[in-house]
């Protein structure tokens, strides 16, 4: 069945960066376009990144040139390298497959 264990969140100081990491199975991840998306207390879950075959991107304006997606098919994992972070980035991070599935999710907070 379809897995999605998302990895790298943490505690993190305005400014720093982090890397997410994605880990995916049970389905055809090279051939698949992933997102990541993310939800902050009280707010509705939004889009962050996107990449489909090809490292095709496509980015929230909000994220646009500090944060940058990307994939290794030969592991089965999609990234998310955050840079120049912000607390408002404060958030669930999720990795989705197509409409329906979702990991669990991993907590990103960033404060002094």
């Known amino acids: 069945q379809v897995q999605l264990v998302e990895s790298g969140g943490g505690l993190v100081q305005p400014g720093g960066s982090l890397r997410l990491s994605c880990a995916a199975s049970?389905?055809?991840?090279?051939?698949?376009?992933m997102s990541w998306y993310r939800q902050a207390p009280g707010k509705e879950r939004e889009f962050v990144a996107r990449i489909i075959t090809g490292s095709i991107t496509n980015y929230a304006e909000s994220v646009k040139g500090r944060f940058t997606i990307s994939r290794d098919n030969a592991k089965n994992t999609v990234y998310l390298q955050m840079n120049s972070l912000k607390t408002e980035i404060t958030a669930v991070y999720y990795c989705?497959?197509?409409?329906?599935?979702w990991g669990k999710g991993t907590q990103v907070t960033v404060s002094s």
């Open positions: 989705k497959y197509r409409g329906i599935y």
């Open positions: 049970g389905f055809t991840f090279s051939v698949s376009t």
